[in-house]
């Protein structure tokens, strides 16, 4: 019996030792550079509410996640999805580049949804994330978002 349990601990030591460069590429993977910004934010559109109450969640404006932001649009009730392609380090915050957008289906089949992109600079597939704070953000530069941008907390 004593045997047994001699191997099947060194079963165990031998699979935990071929896992081990596997756990430890995961500990020295950098976190991407827009970890920050993970979540939800209200404002941009018009000045942000309370971030701090439940109602903040079901009202974001931008959602920012690892391989796509999401931002609300005024003329559909769904979230406009852009795919990240780039994520660059600025002085003072971000800046996203995004994949070109499609045409959208239906009537405007050979045409891009005006409101796809931040209306920054002119260019939909950009974005520039200035960082004012540990809780507010804003977009310099794009017109369809003149206010700060405030994150989405839970209280408690």
């Known amino acids: 019996m004593r045997r047994r349990t001699l191997l099947t601990g060194s079963a165990l030591a031998a699979t935990g030792l071929l896992a081990l460069p596997a756990i430890q590429a995961d500990a020295q993977r950098a976190a991407p550079p827009h970890e920050w910004i993970f ?40 979230y406009r999805q852009r795919v990240i392609e780039t994520v660059a380090l600025i002085p003072d915050g971000l800046e996203f580049r995004f994949a070109p957008a499609g045409p959208a289906g239906g009537v405007l089949s050979s045409r891009v949804p005006p409101d796809i992109g931040f209306s920054c600079d002119g260019n939909p597939n950009l974005l520039r994330v200035q960082r004012r704070g540990p809780n507010e953000i804003a977009f310099p530069g794009c017109i369809e978002f003149p206010s700060i941008l405030r994150r989405c907390t839970t209280t408690g």
């Open 39 to 78: 979540g939800s934010w209200i404002g941009g559109q018009f000045p942000p509410g309370d971030g701090a109450s439940q109602e903040c969640f079901g009202a974001a404006t931008v959602i920012f996640t690892r391989d796509v932001v999401l931002r609300a649009s005024a003329l559909d009730v769904a």
